[in-house]
Structures are given as structure tokens and as C-alpha cells.
Nanobody, 116 residues
Framework: QVQLVESGGGAVQAGGSLRLSCTASGTTLPINTMGWYRQTPGKQREWVATISLLGGSNVLHSVRDRFTVSRDNAKNTVSLQMNNLNPDDTGVYYC??????????WGQGTQVIVSS
């Protein structure tokens, strides 16, 4: 069973930055993809970014110029660098991992609050 533990959320003012991190444990299998989703107030959970074991990444188009996803395979860690945050980025950010291309795991979420 894979456990995902997120950190790095918090409260910032608009224009500020946060770096979210997520560490996976509990498996020796390759983690095919790791990434982030978010749930903003009044909306369904949406995909934000994914990065593969080989480093290929995709980021939600609307945040691509502000968010960067990275990964440290040796530490089973994925990070999301978020710059120039705005109130629309407020929400709960969830780490996601895919093992054996079929087993999906979620973290418990970390809160991001951006004030204007």
C-alpha cells in the first residue's frame, strides 16, 4: 500500500509563492507517474500537473506559466512550485501517484489559501 504525505501548503498573499512536496512510501515498485490535483471552492477536483518516472511532464494550461512540477525519483518525491499565486488558486491540493499503470493513490491534501 502506497502512502502519500504532502507538505508545503499555507496562506500567502496574491503574487506570492508556495512549494508543495509529496513523498511516497510503502512500495518498491516503480511509481509510473506522480502529480497534483486541486479542489477549489465550488468546483470539482481538477488535474494540475503530472510527471512521469522518466521526467516527462504536463501542467494544466491555465497555470503553466506559473506552476512547475518536478520529481526526485531517488526520494520518491514530487514537488509543485507555484509562483505568482492568485486567489483563484485557493483550494486543497492533492498528491497523486500511479503504480503499475493501474493502481492510483492519493494524499490527504494540503490547503493553499491565497488572499487578495
Amino acid at each position: 500500500q502506497v502512502q502519500l504525505v504532502e507538505s508545503g501548503g499555507g496562506a500567502v498573499q496574491a503574487g506570492g509563492s508556495l512549494r508543495l512536496s509529496c513523498t511516497a512510501s510503502g512500495t518498491t515498485l516503480p511509481i509510473n507517474t506522480m502529480g497534483w490535483y486541486r479542489q477549489t471552492p465550488g468546483k470539482q477536483r481538477e488535474w494540475v500537473a503530472t510527471i512521469s518516472l522518466l521526467g516527462g511532464s504536463n501542467v494544466l494550461h491555465s497555470v503553466r506559466d506559473r506552476f512547475t512540477v518536478s520529481r526526485d525519483n531517488a526520494k520518491n518525491t514530487v514537488s509543485l512550485q507555484m509562483n505568482n499565486l492568485n486567489p483563484d488558486d485557493t483550494g486543497v491540493y492533492y498528491c497523486h501517484a500511479l503504480v503499475r499503470w493501474q493502481d492510483a493513490y492519493w494524499g490527504q491534501g494540503t490547503q493553499v489559501i491565497v488572499s487578495s
